[in-house]
């Protein structure tokens, strides 16, 4: 299966600021998905990424808060703009991996735990 | 979208079967299920999915009822390292490019020694 390596695991971060979270993958993969996990719940999709386009986000999610790059086929960043305590969460990246049989399934990062203070 | 509906806990004890429950009812023929687990402070892990037949791998069964309205996944032999939340996934396939993955609230499954 795919191997992703999500960066940085953690950070601490000021209100107001913004920071960028990187997301690699060990091979080629058509779509990426970056996902937050609120504390205690469950995961929410936030957009999806296909490289060379504009990148589709869920309804509650917007490209302003939560600009993504997608430079190529192994690649990608989330940025979280302009923080607030309420932005504290999990953020995870996500590709599918097509394996050996068609709809194998979804590998995810670490993820990157986000605290806003 | 179909919709899943699971128990929001359930606890199993060592080196038992521990068999969760996932309704969806509303699920379209061209849906899969999907289930996935999240061990603390971990990304979710892919388990096993399937259409209509009953699945098995190297971790777990999955049993999916003859209407497709429910489905169990079974872990045959329970451990400690089992203890996690597990997410029943119905995927979305309004466009066929269309993969991404909805996760509801998920059963918190605990082993117990």
Redesign the interface.
């Known amino acids: ?1 795919a191997v ?1 390596s999500q960066k940085p695991s953690r950070d601490i971060c000021q209100r107001g600021t913004s920071l960028t979270i990187q997301c690699q993958v060990d091979s080629q993969v ?2 990426m ?1 970056w ?1 937050r996990q609120q504390p205690g719940q ?4 936030i957009a ?1 990424a296909n490289q060379g386009s504009e990148a589709t986000y869920e309804s509650g999610f917007v490209i302003d808060k939560f600009p993504i790059s997608r430079p190529n086929l192994t690649f990608s960043t989330l940025t979280v703009s302009n923080m607030s305590p309420e932005d504290s969460s999990i953020y ?1 990246c ?1 590709v ?2 097509a394996g050996r049989r068609v ?9 990157t ?1 986000l605290t806003v203070v | 979208d179909a919709k899943t509906t699971q128990p929001p806990s359930m606890d199993c004890a060592e080196g038992r079967a521990a068999n969760l429950p996932c309704n969806h009812s509303t699920i379209s023929g061209n849906e899969y299920v999907y289930w996935y687990r999240q061990i603390h402070s971990q990304g979710p892990q892919y388990i096993i999915h399937g259409l209509k037949n009953n699945e098995t791998n190297e971790m777990a069964s999955l049993i999916i009822t003859e209407d497709r309205k429910s489905s169990t996944l079974i872990l045959p032999h329970a451990t400690l390292r089992d203890t996690a939340v597990y997410y029943c996934i119905v995927r979305l396939t309004k466009h066929f490019y269309n993969n991404d993955m909805r996760f509801g609230a998920g059963t918190r499954l605990t082993v117990k020694p």
């Open positions: 299966s992703i058509t779509m998905f996902y469950s995961l929410t999709l999806t995870l996500s599918e991996d709809n194998y399934g979804y590998t995810f990062g670490s993820g735990r």
